[in-house]
Structures are given as structure tokens and as C-alpha cells.
């Protein structure tokens, strides 16, 4: 069965650090993009930047340009995001989701991945 696998989110102390995982099983994840996302209670999901099938990075939301740094480990066959500085404001569930091809285009709110983790929980109590 074909999936992405979260980990790596917990409850940090303003201006700390985590690493947040998103392995695939059952599918090579070097073919494909991988975009990170976030999403509060009673907001929309908010999309924080795209990983490359090329190892390019690009950001979308500016207020975590200079703070969240996202990797691949393709031997792992694992997409990573590197969250630093956190903020109470950053306090959020955490996704990762695939696409068909290695490009980070624009794509719409509804677009439908071919694949979603589960969501993992960063708390930066204020």
C-alpha cells in the first residue's frame, strides 16, 4: 500500500527547533514534488512551500522564508522539514503531500495529491 508517514512534531519552547519527517512507502519519492502544509482549527490550510523532485525549494508562505529549510534523504526515501525559530504563531498540524511529477507549479486550493501523511502537532505555547 502506497502511503507518506509523518513524524517528528512535538511541544518546543519559543525560538526552538524540531524536524519534522515524511517517509514513502510502497512508491519512489525522488519522482516526485513534495509541498508542505499546515492547518489550524476553523482556518483553511495554508501552504508553506514546495520541495522539488530536483532539490530546489519554493517558499509560498513568506512568514517562514529564512526559518523552515526542507531536505530529501533519497536513500531513505524521505522529504524533510527543518522548522527553526518557532513562534507561537506557528502552532499548527503539520502535512506533507505528493504530486505526480518532480515540478513545484502553482497549483489550486482543491487540487487533489496523489497522496497525504497523516499530519503531525507542533506547539509553541505563547
Known amino acids: 500500500q502506497a502511503q507518506l508517514v509523518q513524524s517528528g512534531g512535538g511541544l518546543v519552547q519559543i525560538g526552538e527547533s524540531l524536524r519534522l519527517s515524511c517517509t514513502a512507502s510502497?512508491?519512489?519519492?525522488?519522482?516526485?514534488?513534495v509541498r508542505w502544509f499546515r492547518q489550524t482549527p476553523g482556518n483553511l490550510r495554508q501552504t508553506l512551500l514546495c520541495?522539488?523532485?530536483?532539490?530546489?525549494?519554493?517558499y509560498v508562505t513568506d512568514s517562514v522564508r529564512g526559518r523552515f529549510t526542507a531536505s530529501r534523504d533519497y536513500a531513505k526515501n524521505t522529504a524533510y522539514l527543518q522548522l527553526s525559530g518557532l513562534r507561537p504563531e506557528d502552532t499548527a498540524v503539520y502535512y506533507c503531500?505528493?504530486?505526480?511529477?518532480?515540478?513545484?507549479?502553482?497549483?489550486?486550493?482543491?487540487?487533489?495529491?496523489?497522496?497525504w501523511g497523516q499530519g503531525t502537532q507542533v506547539t509553541v505555547p505563547s
Open positions: 510502497g512508491f519512489t519519492m525522488d519522482n516526485f514534488a
Open positions: 503531500a505528493t504530486d505526480s511529477g518532480r515540478d513545484c507549479q502553482i497549483l489550486s486550493y482543491s487540487h487533489k495529491y496523489n497522496y
Open positions: 520541495s522539488s523532485g530536483y532539490g530546489t525549494t519554493t
